[in-house]
Protein backbone atom coordinates (compact mmCIF):
# COMPACT_ATOMS: atom_id res chain seq x y z
CA UNK A 1 0.00 0.00 0.00
CA UNK A 2 1.43 3.23 -1.11
CA UNK A 3 1.81 5.73 1.69
CA UNK A 4 -0.42 8.94 2.36
CA UNK A 5 0.88 10.76 -0.09
CA UNK A 6 0.92 8.25 -2.65
CA UNK A 7 -2.39 7.66 -2.11
CA UNK A 8 -3.17 10.89 -2.81
CA UNK A 9 -1.23 11.38 -5.62
CA UNK A 10 -2.92 8.25 -7.44
CA UNK A 11 -6.47 9.60 -6.32
CA UNK A 12 -5.35 13.30 -7.89
CA UNK A 13 -3.59 12.53 -10.98
CA UNK A 14 -6.62 11.23 -13.43
CA UNK A 15 -8.75 14.21 -12.89
CA UNK A 16 -6.01 16.76 -12.40
CA UNK A 17 -4.02 16.11 -15.88
CA UNK A 18 -7.90 16.86 -17.31
CA UNK A 19 -8.29 20.15 -15.60
CA UNK A 20 -8.38 23.15 -18.04
CA UNK A 21 -5.88 25.20 -16.36
CA UNK A 22 -3.74 21.91 -15.98
CA UNK A 23 -0.88 23.60 -18.42
CA UNK A 24 1.09 20.16 -18.54
CA UNK A 25 -0.97 18.22 -20.68
CA UNK A 26 1.15 18.07 -23.44
CA UNK A 27 3.42 15.59 -20.68
CA UNK A 28 2.81 11.84 -21.42
CA UNK A 29 1.56 10.83 -18.11
CA UNK A 30 4.01 7.49 -17.89
CA UNK A 31 6.70 9.78 -18.39
CA UNK A 32 5.93 12.29 -15.98
CA UNK A 33 6.48 12.02 -12.39
CA UNK A 34 3.47 13.73 -9.85
CA UNK A 35 5.32 13.95 -6.33
CA UNK A 36 3.26 15.73 -3.61
CA UNK A 37 5.43 18.87 -2.38
CA UNK A 38 3.05 19.89 0.59
CA UNK A 39 -0.25 18.41 1.87
CA UNK A 40 -1.75 20.74 4.45
CA UNK A 41 -5.19 19.54 6.22
CA UNK A 42 -7.29 22.93 6.28
CA UNK A 43 -10.08 21.84 8.06
CA UNK A 44 -11.27 17.98 9.31
CA UNK A 45 -14.14 16.93 7.92
CA UNK A 46 -16.67 15.89 10.27
CA UNK A 47 -18.83 15.45 6.91
CA UNK A 48 -19.25 12.33 4.73
CA UNK A 49 -17.41 14.76 1.54
CA UNK A 50 -13.98 14.26 3.96
CA UNK A 51 -11.44 16.29 4.93
CA UNK A 52 -10.51 19.63 3.16
CA UNK A 53 -6.72 20.08 2.16
CA UNK A 54 -4.66 22.08 0.18
CA UNK A 55 -2.17 20.17 -2.02
CA UNK A 56 1.15 21.62 -3.71
CA UNK A 57 1.74 19.53 -6.25
CA UNK A 58 4.92 19.21 -8.48
CA UNK A 59 4.91 17.76 -12.04
CA UNK A 60 8.45 16.56 -12.97
CA UNK A 61 8.72 15.38 -16.60
CA UNK A 62 11.86 13.29 -17.96
CA UNK A 63 12.53 15.64 -20.15
CA UNK A 64 12.29 19.83 -19.60
CA UNK A 65 11.34 21.96 -16.38
CA UNK A 66 8.46 20.69 -14.44
CA UNK A 67 5.85 23.34 -12.49
CA UNK A 68 3.88 23.24 -9.52
CA UNK A 69 0.41 23.60 -9.01
CA UNK A 70 -2.29 24.74 -6.02
CA UNK A 71 -4.84 22.20 -5.48
CA UNK A 72 -7.38 22.39 -2.92
CA UNK A 73 -9.40 18.75 -2.45
CA UNK A 74 -11.69 17.28 -0.21
CA UNK A 75 -9.93 14.08 0.29
CA UNK A 76 -12.09 10.82 1.14
CA UNK A 77 -10.92 7.38 3.18
CA UNK A 78 -12.47 4.81 1.40
CA UNK A 79 -13.00 1.86 3.74
CA UNK A 80 -10.41 -0.38 1.76
CA UNK A 81 -7.32 1.90 2.68
CA UNK A 82 -7.56 3.91 -0.68
CA UNK A 83 -8.55 7.60 -0.89
CA UNK A 84 -10.89 10.14 -3.26
CA UNK A 85 -9.66 13.58 -4.47
CA UNK A 86 -12.22 16.02 -5.88
CA UNK A 87 -11.26 19.19 -6.63
CA UNK A 88 -12.62 21.56 -3.32
CA UNK A 89 -11.70 24.96 -5.32
CA UNK A 90 -14.94 26.35 -5.19
CA UNK A 91 -15.83 24.40 -2.00
CA UNK A 92 -17.28 26.83 0.14
CA UNK A 93 -15.68 25.67 2.90
CA UNK A 94 -12.75 26.49 1.08
CA UNK A 95 -14.01 30.18 0.83
CA UNK A 96 -13.88 30.38 4.56
CA UNK A 97 -11.12 28.77 5.26
CA UNK A 98 -9.32 31.41 2.90
CA UNK A 99 -10.93 34.42 4.01
CA UNK A 100 -10.92 33.70 7.82
CA UNK A 101 -7.13 33.36 6.99
CA UNK A 102 -6.62 36.46 5.42
CA UNK A 103 -8.99 38.17 8.04
CA UNK A 104 -6.49 37.24 10.69
CA UNK A 105 -3.32 37.38 8.71
CA UNK A 106 -2.87 33.91 10.02
CA UNK A 107 -0.31 31.49 9.03
CA UNK A 108 -0.53 27.59 8.95
CA UNK A 109 2.54 25.50 8.77
CA UNK A 110 3.24 22.69 6.03
CA UNK A 111 6.17 20.47 5.82
CA UNK A 112 8.56 22.64 3.18
CA UNK A 113 7.01 26.04 3.97
CA UNK A 114 4.23 27.99 5.63
CA UNK A 115 1.14 29.67 4.36
CA UNK A 116 0.19 32.86 5.40
CA UNK A 117 -2.83 35.30 4.80
CA UNK A 118 -2.34 39.06 4.42
CA UNK A 119 -4.91 41.33 3.93
CA UNK A 120 -4.95 45.57 2.50
CA UNK A 121 -5.57 48.80 4.33
CA UNK A 122 -8.98 48.83 1.83
CA UNK A 123 -10.11 45.23 3.14
CA UNK A 124 -10.38 47.20 6.71
CA UNK A 125 -11.48 50.34 5.66
CA UNK A 126 -14.05 48.40 3.60
CA UNK A 127 -14.95 46.62 6.64
CA UNK A 128 -15.79 43.07 4.89
CA UNK A 129 -14.16 40.72 7.15
CA UNK A 130 -14.43 38.00 8.77
CA UNK A 131 -16.54 35.77 6.84
CA UNK A 132 -19.83 35.24 8.02
CA UNK A 133 -20.56 31.21 8.51
CA UNK A 134 -22.58 31.20 5.42
CA UNK A 135 -21.00 31.60 2.17
CA UNK A 136 -22.29 30.89 -1.39
CA UNK A 137 -19.90 30.50 -3.93
CA UNK A 138 -19.90 31.12 -7.49
CA UNK A 139 -17.51 30.08 -10.27
CA UNK A 140 -16.49 33.02 -12.52
CA UNK A 141 -14.75 32.79 -15.57
CA UNK A 142 -12.93 30.58 -18.11
CA UNK A 143 -10.47 28.52 -15.32
CA UNK A 144 -8.21 28.83 -18.80
CA UNK A 145 -5.11 29.49 -15.83
CA UNK A 146 -6.92 30.51 -12.81
CA UNK A 147 -9.88 29.90 -11.11
CA UNK A 148 -11.75 32.25 -10.00
CA UNK A 149 -15.45 32.74 -8.32
CA UNK A 150 -17.46 35.28 -6.48
CA UNK A 151 -18.19 34.73 -2.96
CA UNK A 152 -21.38 36.14 -0.98
CA UNK A 153 -22.72 35.93 2.44
CA UNK A 154 -26.01 37.30 3.51
CA UNK A 155 -25.66 41.50 4.61
CA UNK A 156 -21.92 41.43 3.52
CA UNK A 157 -20.11 43.20 0.86
CA UNK A 158 -19.48 39.96 -2.16
CA UNK A 159 -15.67 39.46 -2.83
CA UNK A 160 -13.78 37.55 -5.68
CA UNK A 161 -11.18 34.69 -4.91
CA UNK A 162 -8.87 33.55 -7.27
CA UNK A 163 -6.64 30.95 -7.09
CA UNK A 164 -3.86 30.76 -9.30
CA UNK A 165 -3.25 27.15 -10.24
CA UNK A 166 0.34 27.48 -11.23
CA UNK A 167 2.44 28.12 -8.26
CA UNK A 168 5.62 30.32 -9.17
CA UNK A 169 7.70 32.00 -6.30
CA UNK A 170 8.60 35.82 -6.54
CA UNK A 171 6.57 39.34 -7.07
CA UNK A 172 2.77 38.55 -8.15
CA UNK A 173 1.91 41.46 -10.56
CA UNK A 174 -1.24 40.87 -9.58
CA UNK A 175 -0.70 42.09 -5.83
CA UNK A 176 2.33 44.15 -6.68
CA UNK A 177 -0.13 46.96 -9.08
CA UNK A 178 -3.14 46.22 -6.77
CA UNK A 179 -1.63 47.75 -3.81
CA UNK A 180 -0.17 50.18 -5.83
CA UNK A 181 -3.18 51.45 -7.28
CA UNK A 182 -4.66 51.35 -4.10
CA UNK A 183 -1.95 53.12 -2.63
CA UNK A 184 -2.30 56.00 -5.05
CA UNK A 185 -5.72 56.20 -4.54
CA UNK A 186 -6.72 54.90 -8.23
CA UNK A 187 -10.47 54.34 -8.47
CA UNK A 188 -10.55 52.80 -11.95
CA UNK A 189 -9.99 48.94 -10.54
CA UNK A 190 -12.00 46.81 -7.55
CA UNK A 191 -9.84 47.19 -4.43
CA UNK A 192 -7.10 44.78 -3.24
CA UNK A 193 -8.89 42.75 -0.09
CA UNK A 194 -5.88 40.77 0.65
CA UNK A 195 -3.89 37.26 -0.60
CA UNK A 196 -2.61 34.26 0.09
CA UNK A 197 0.73 33.76 0.13
CA UNK A 198 3.20 30.15 0.40
CA UNK A 199 6.80 30.86 2.02
CA UNK A 200 9.12 28.02 1.45
CA UNK A 201 11.15 27.53 4.85
CA UNK A 202 14.64 27.13 2.98
CA UNK A 203 14.99 30.79 2.45
CA UNK A 204 16.12 29.73 -1.04
CA UNK A 205 13.55 30.78 -2.69
CA UNK A 206 10.96 33.68 -2.45
CA UNK A 207 7.49 33.56 -1.25
CA UNK A 208 5.03 32.82 -3.94
CA UNK A 209 1.18 33.98 -4.41
CA UNK A 210 -1.68 31.75 -4.31
CA UNK A 211 -4.97 32.95 -4.10
CA UNK A 212 -6.08 37.02 -4.63
CA UNK A 213 -9.53 38.53 -2.87
CA UNK A 214 -10.41 41.66 -4.51
CA UNK A 215 -13.68 43.41 -3.80
CA UNK A 216 -16.57 42.03 -5.72
CA UNK A 217 -18.20 44.45 -8.86
CA UNK A 218 -21.94 43.68 -8.83
CA UNK A 219 -23.90 44.20 -12.13
CA UNK A 220 -21.01 43.60 -14.26
CA UNK A 221 -20.24 41.91 -17.86
CA UNK A 222 -16.84 41.89 -19.13
CA UNK A 223 -16.79 44.85 -22.01
CA UNK A 224 -16.18 41.70 -24.26
CA UNK A 225 -19.31 40.11 -23.57
CA UNK A 226 -21.64 43.06 -23.72
CA UNK A 227 -19.91 44.29 -27.18
CA UNK A 228 -20.14 40.46 -28.56
CA UNK A 229 -23.74 40.30 -27.71
CA UNK A 230 -24.86 43.15 -28.46
CA UNK A 231 -23.48 42.78 -32.04
CA UNK A 232 -24.81 39.17 -32.21
CA UNK A 233 -28.15 40.01 -30.83
CA UNK A 234 -28.07 41.91 -34.44
CA UNK A 235 -28.23 45.02 -33.03
CA UNK A 236 -26.08 48.11 -34.64
CA UNK A 237 -22.93 49.16 -33.92
CA UNK A 238 -24.42 52.64 -32.71
CA UNK A 239 -23.06 55.20 -30.60
CA UNK A 240 -23.52 53.32 -27.17
CA UNK A 241 -20.47 50.94 -28.33
CA UNK A 242 -18.38 54.07 -30.10
CA UNK A 243 -18.93 55.47 -26.51
CA UNK A 244 -17.44 52.26 -24.49
CA UNK A 245 -14.16 52.84 -27.05
CA UNK A 246 -13.94 55.90 -26.26
CA UNK A 247 -14.26 55.34 -22.23
CA UNK A 248 -11.63 52.44 -22.11
CA UNK A 249 -8.94 55.22 -24.17
CA UNK A 250 -9.89 57.20 -21.39
CA UNK A 251 -9.48 54.79 -18.53
CA UNK A 252 -6.25 53.53 -20.08
CA UNK A 253 -4.92 56.71 -20.15
CA UNK A 254 -5.40 57.42 -16.32
CA UNK A 255 -4.06 53.78 -15.83
CA UNK A 256 -0.63 54.20 -17.18
CA UNK A 257 -1.02 57.84 -15.91
CA UNK A 258 -1.24 56.52 -12.41
CA UNK A 259 1.47 53.59 -13.05
CA UNK A 260 4.01 56.57 -14.02
CA UNK A 261 3.50 58.85 -11.23
CA UNK A 262 6.08 57.74 -8.99
CA UNK A 263 9.65 58.48 -9.92
CA UNK A 264 11.35 57.22 -7.35
CA UNK A 265 9.71 54.13 -6.90
CA UNK A 266 12.11 51.89 -8.01
CA UNK A 267 9.42 49.13 -9.35
CA UNK A 268 7.33 52.27 -10.98
CA UNK A 269 9.35 54.88 -11.93
CA UNK A 270 9.18 55.69 -15.83
CA UNK A 271 12.67 54.66 -17.69
CA UNK A 272 14.16 56.38 -20.37
CA UNK A 273 14.32 54.21 -23.69
CA UNK A 274 18.03 53.84 -24.09
CA UNK A 275 19.10 51.79 -27.07
CA UNK A 276 20.13 49.19 -24.80
CA UNK A 277 15.99 48.94 -23.48
CA UNK A 278 15.11 49.33 -27.13
CA UNK A 279 17.41 46.78 -27.82
CA UNK A 280 16.22 43.95 -24.88
CA UNK A 281 12.77 44.84 -26.34
CA UNK A 282 13.26 44.17 -30.02
CA UNK A 283 15.39 40.69 -29.07
CA UNK A 284 12.55 39.85 -26.97
CA UNK A 285 10.18 40.14 -29.97
CA UNK A 286 12.38 39.12 -32.99
CA UNK A 287 13.20 35.75 -30.62
CA UNK A 288 9.42 35.23 -30.18
CA UNK A 289 8.91 35.49 -33.57
CA UNK A 290 10.92 33.87 -35.08
CA UNK A 291 10.07 30.55 -32.92
CA UNK A 292 7.01 31.09 -33.79
CA UNK A 293 6.79 31.59 -37.89
CA UNK A 294 9.17 28.42 -37.88
CA UNK A 295 6.84 26.21 -36.04
CA UNK A 296 4.01 27.74 -38.27
CA UNK A 297 6.23 26.76 -41.68
CA UNK A 298 6.03 23.34 -40.12
CA UNK A 299 2.12 23.07 -39.77
CA UNK A 300 0.07 21.07 -42.01
CA UNK A 301 -3.26 21.69 -42.56
CA UNK A 302 -6.12 20.86 -45.09
CA UNK A 303 -7.47 23.21 -47.76
CA UNK A 304 -7.14 27.30 -48.15
CA UNK A 305 -5.66 27.86 -44.67
CA UNK A 306 -2.38 25.99 -46.45
CA UNK A 307 -1.13 28.64 -49.02
CA UNK A 308 -2.34 31.34 -46.32
CA UNK A 309 0.54 29.86 -43.94
CA UNK A 310 3.03 29.11 -46.33
CA UNK A 311 3.00 33.04 -47.54
CA UNK A 312 3.09 34.33 -44.11
CA UNK A 313 6.25 31.67 -43.26
CA UNK A 314 7.63 32.63 -46.76
CA UNK A 315 7.61 36.25 -45.42
CA UNK A 316 9.40 35.53 -42.26
CA UNK A 317 12.63 37.97 -43.23
CA UNK A 318 9.72 40.76 -43.54
CA UNK A 319 7.87 40.43 -40.73
CA UNK A 320 11.45 40.45 -38.48
CA UNK A 321 12.34 43.52 -40.50
CA UNK A 322 9.43 45.30 -39.38
CA UNK A 323 10.22 43.96 -35.37
CA UNK A 324 13.67 45.34 -35.80
CA UNK A 325 12.37 48.75 -37.25
CA UNK A 326 11.56 49.68 -33.84
CA UNK A 327 15.02 50.50 -33.94
CA UNK A 328 15.92 52.72 -36.84
CA UNK A 329 15.07 55.57 -35.06
CA UNK A 330 15.59 56.32 -30.91
CA UNK A 331 12.45 56.14 -29.48
CA UNK A 332 12.23 59.09 -26.74
CA UNK A 333 8.73 58.42 -25.00
CA UNK A 334 9.46 56.64 -21.44
CA UNK A 335 8.73 52.95 -20.42
CA UNK A 336 6.61 52.23 -17.77
CA UNK A 337 4.79 49.65 -16.01
CA UNK A 338 1.50 48.69 -17.95
CA UNK A 339 -1.37 46.52 -17.73
CA UNK A 340 0.70 43.61 -19.72
CA UNK A 341 -2.49 41.29 -20.78
CA UNK A 342 -5.03 43.92 -21.78
CA UNK A 343 -7.53 43.05 -23.93
CA UNK A 344 -11.69 43.43 -23.96
CA UNK A 345 -12.37 40.64 -21.21
CA UNK A 346 -9.66 42.44 -18.41
CA UNK A 347 -12.40 45.35 -18.79
CA UNK A 348 -15.64 45.01 -16.86
CA UNK A 349 -18.63 46.94 -17.46
CA UNK A 350 -21.17 47.47 -14.71
CA UNK A 351 -24.50 48.02 -16.43
CA UNK A 352 -26.14 50.40 -13.62
CA UNK A 353 -23.73 52.97 -12.80
CA UNK A 354 -22.12 52.53 -16.78
CA UNK A 355 -18.75 52.63 -15.31
CA UNK A 356 -15.63 50.61 -17.04
CA UNK A 357 -13.10 48.52 -14.58
CA UNK A 358 -9.98 46.94 -15.53
CA UNK A 359 -9.53 43.58 -13.75
CA UNK A 360 -6.59 41.12 -13.69
CA UNK A 361 -3.05 42.43 -13.26
CA UNK A 362 -1.26 39.26 -13.46
CA UNK A 363 0.53 39.84 -16.88
CA UNK A 364 0.77 37.15 -19.52
CA UNK A 365 0.27 33.63 -18.01
CA UNK A 366 3.10 32.31 -20.03
CA UNK A 367 5.57 34.91 -19.25
CA UNK A 368 7.76 34.70 -16.19
CA UNK A 369 6.93 36.87 -13.29
CA UNK A 370 9.87 39.20 -14.19
CA UNK A 371 9.16 39.49 -17.60
CA UNK A 372 5.74 40.53 -16.44
CA UNK A 373 6.84 42.87 -14.04
CA UNK A 374 9.50 44.92 -16.98
CA UNK A 375 8.80 48.08 -18.00
CA UNK A 376 7.38 48.84 -21.53
CA UNK A 377 5.78 50.89 -24.14
CA UNK A 378 2.37 51.72 -23.35
CA UNK A 379 1.31 50.64 -26.98
CA UNK A 380 1.94 47.06 -25.42
CA UNK A 381 -1.24 47.47 -23.64
CA UNK A 382 -2.76 49.68 -26.36
CA UNK A 383 -1.90 46.87 -29.35
CA UNK A 384 -3.86 44.29 -26.56
CA UNK A 385 -6.96 46.54 -27.14
CA UNK A 386 -6.94 46.63 -30.74
CA UNK A 387 -5.97 43.18 -31.74
CA UNK A 388 -9.09 42.49 -29.14
CA UNK A 389 -11.27 44.93 -31.33
CA UNK A 390 -10.40 42.50 -34.37
CA UNK A 391 -10.47 39.58 -32.42
CA UNK A 392 -14.81 40.98 -31.76
CA UNK A 393 -15.06 41.72 -35.54
CA UNK A 394 -14.20 37.54 -36.91
CA UNK A 395 -16.24 36.60 -33.81
CA UNK A 396 -19.26 38.52 -34.63
CA UNK A 397 -18.65 38.18 -38.15
CA UNK A 398 -18.99 34.01 -37.93
CA UNK A 399 -22.65 33.93 -36.67
CA UNK A 400 -25.39 34.66 -38.70
CA UNK A 401 -27.63 37.71 -38.97
CA UNK A 402 -25.47 39.18 -36.54
CA UNK A 403 -23.94 43.51 -37.66
CA UNK A 404 -20.81 44.01 -38.18
CA UNK A 405 -18.56 45.56 -35.96
CA UNK A 406 -15.90 47.54 -37.37
CA UNK A 407 -12.80 47.28 -35.40
CA UNK A 408 -10.68 49.66 -37.25
CA UNK A 409 -13.39 52.46 -36.05
CA UNK A 410 -13.63 51.08 -32.77
CA UNK A 411 -9.69 51.01 -32.23
CA UNK A 412 -9.19 54.53 -33.83
CA UNK A 413 -12.09 55.77 -31.03
CA UNK A 414 -10.05 54.06 -28.45
CA UNK A 415 -6.80 55.60 -29.55
CA UNK A 416 -8.13 58.85 -29.96
CA UNK A 417 -9.64 59.04 -26.71
CA UNK A 418 -6.33 57.56 -25.06
CA UNK A 419 -4.37 60.58 -26.81
CA UNK A 420 -6.73 63.49 -25.64
CA UNK A 421 -6.39 61.64 -22.04
CA UNK A 422 -2.95 61.23 -22.58
CA UNK A 423 -1.20 64.00 -24.19
CA UNK A 424 1.21 65.92 -22.46
CA UNK A 425 2.27 62.73 -20.06
CA UNK A 426 5.45 61.23 -20.21
CA UNK A 427 4.86 58.13 -21.85
CA UNK A 428 2.88 59.06 -24.75
CA UNK A 429 5.20 60.34 -27.89
CA UNK A 430 4.94 64.06 -29.19
CA UNK A 431 6.34 62.33 -32.46
CA UNK A 432 3.39 61.35 -34.35
CA UNK A 433 5.61 58.79 -36.72
CA UNK A 434 7.09 57.12 -33.05
CA UNK A 435 3.13 56.69 -32.27
CA UNK A 436 3.39 54.61 -35.76
CA UNK A 437 6.38 53.11 -35.50
CA UNK A 438 5.28 52.03 -31.83
CA UNK A 439 1.52 51.14 -32.45
CA UNK A 440 2.44 49.14 -35.76
CA UNK A 441 5.40 47.21 -33.89
CA UNK A 442 3.30 45.96 -30.82
CA UNK A 443 0.23 44.78 -32.79
CA UNK A 444 2.01 42.43 -34.70
CA UNK A 445 4.11 41.42 -31.64
CA UNK A 446 0.37 40.48 -30.44
CA UNK A 447 -0.54 38.82 -33.35
CA UNK A 448 2.37 36.37 -33.39
CA UNK A 449 2.10 36.03 -30.25
CA UNK A 450 -1.70 35.09 -31.01
CA UNK A 451 -0.86 32.49 -33.60
CA UNK A 452 1.12 30.31 -31.10
CA UNK A 453 -1.46 30.56 -28.98
CA UNK A 454 -4.54 29.40 -31.20
CA UNK A 455 -2.14 27.08 -32.94
CA UNK A 456 -1.40 25.46 -29.28
CA UNK A 457 -4.85 26.19 -28.26
CA UNK A 458 -7.60 26.64 -31.04
CA UNK A 459 -6.33 25.70 -34.13
CA UNK A 460 -10.31 26.97 -35.45
CA UNK A 461 -8.94 30.44 -34.75
CA UNK A 462 -5.71 30.32 -36.56
CA UNK A 463 -7.05 32.67 -39.15
CA UNK A 464 -7.90 35.43 -37.13
CA UNK A 465 -4.16 36.19 -36.46
CA UNK A 466 -3.09 35.34 -39.45
CA UNK A 467 -5.25 37.49 -41.30
CA UNK A 468 -4.12 40.17 -39.20
CA UNK A 469 -0.54 39.41 -40.62
CA UNK A 470 -2.12 39.14 -44.14
CA UNK A 471 -2.95 42.48 -43.89
CA UNK A 472 0.22 44.09 -42.84
CA UNK A 473 1.80 42.03 -45.66
CA UNK A 474 -0.60 43.49 -47.91
CA UNK A 475 -0.19 46.58 -47.03
CA UNK A 476 3.30 46.60 -47.09
CA UNK A 477 3.17 45.37 -50.59
CA UNK A 478 1.30 48.38 -52.00
CA UNK A 479 3.54 50.78 -51.00
N1 LIG B 1 -13.69 42.20 -8.87
C1 LIG B 1 -14.52 41.52 -9.65
N2 LIG B 1 -15.86 41.70 -9.58
C2 LIG B 1 -16.71 40.98 -10.36
N3 LIG B 1 -16.31 40.05 -11.24
C3 LIG B 1 -15.00 39.82 -11.37
C4 LIG B 1 -14.02 40.54 -10.59
N4 LIG B 1 -12.79 40.10 -10.91
C5 LIG B 1 -12.99 39.14 -11.85
N5 LIG B 1 -14.29 38.97 -12.14
C6 LIG B 1 -14.87 38.00 -13.09
O1 LIG B 1 -14.03 36.86 -13.14
C7 LIG B 1 -13.50 36.66 -14.45
C8 LIG B 1 -12.05 36.19 -14.38
O2 LIG B 1 -11.25 37.14 -13.69
P1 LIG B 1 -9.75 37.44 -14.09
O3 LIG B 1 -9.14 38.18 -12.96
O4 LIG B 1 -9.70 38.07 -15.43
O5 LIG B 1 -9.14 35.97 -14.10
P2 LIG B 1 -8.26 35.17 -15.17
O6 LIG B 1 -6.86 35.33 -14.70
O7 LIG B 1 -8.75 33.78 -15.05
O8 LIG B 1 -8.48 35.79 -16.53
C9 LIG B 1 -13.68 38.01 -15.13
O9 LIG B 1 -13.83 37.88 -16.51
C10 LIG B 1 -14.93 38.54 -14.49
O10 LIG B 1 -16.07 38.01 -15.13
MG1 LIG C 1 -8.55 37.68 -17.16
Redo the contacts with the bound molecule.
Sequence with gaps: MPDADGRVAAATAGWLRQARWFGDKHHEPASSRLTVLENILLAAGDTPAGNLRLLVLAIEPAVGAGSRYIVPVRCLEQPDGSVLTTDAATDPAFAHWLLALLAAEGSVPGREGRLCGRRTAAATRAGVWPPGSTLQVNP?????????C?VTSPGES???L?L?RRFRSGIQP?VEMGLFLEHEGWPGA?PLLGWLEYQPADGVEQAGVLATV?????E???LW?VLRSTAEEGTAVHQDQREMAAGLGRLTAELHTTLARQPTHPAFEPLKPTAAAVATLVTGMVEHATAVLSELAAVKTAGSLQSRLDRVAAHRLNLLERLQSLQAAPLTAPFIRVHG?YHL??V?WQRPTRRL?V??F?GE?SRTLEQRREKTSVFKDLAGVCRSFDYLARTVSRVPGASTVDAAELSRIFLQAYEQTAAGQCFWPTDPDEVQRLLAAFTLDKAIYELAYELHNRPDWLEVPLAAVERLLDAGEER
Design positions: LGGDASNTSAPVVKLEPHAGLTTESADGQLWIDEP
